[in-house]
């Protein structure tokens, strides 16, 4: 399995983004997708996940009400709508995949994922 993220960019305080994570290879093994996020000087954290079968969604605290993750299974991609952005935000923001299940409690970290794919950077910047 590849990733593909991408959407990435600068925003003022306030604003949105959506970034996009492309799936290809064997795409119909993948159970999970999430995203995480590295701000400079700080370790690797996670942002949200998505179960492509079985349809469990979570967040983390700090982007709960304002991220959204969905998926388009024609295309292989799932997303996340960013809304209400803050300079915390500012982050590279990194797609990832598992291949198998996984208890819930695990999704929330980083461990649990198979595939990487490269990373996008995201500014909230005025």
């Known amino acids: 399995v590849q990733l593909q993220a991408s959407g990435g960019g600068s925003v003022q305080p306030g604003g949105s983004l959506r970034l996009s994570c492309a799936a290809s290879g064997q795409t119909t093994s993948i159970y999970l997708m999430g995203w995480f996020r590295q701000a400079p000087g700080k370790e690797r954290e996670f942002v949200a996940y998505?179960?492509?079968?079985?349809?469990?969604?979570g967040y983390s605290d700090f982007v709960k009400g304002r991220f959204t993750i969905s998926r388009d299974n024609a295309k292989n991609t799932v997303y996340l709508q960013m809304n209400s952005l803050k300079p915390e935000d500012t982050a590279v923001y990194y797609c990832?995949?598992?291949?198998?299940?996984?208890?819930?409690?695990?999704?929330?970290?980083?461990?649990?994922?198979?595939?990487w794919g490269e990373g996008t950077l995201v500014t909230v910047s005025s």
């Open positions: 998505k179960t492509i079968r079985g349809g469990y969604t």
């Open positions: 990832a995949a598992r291949a198998s299940r996984a208890i819930l409690s695990a999704l929330r970290d980083s461990s649990t994922y198979d595939y």
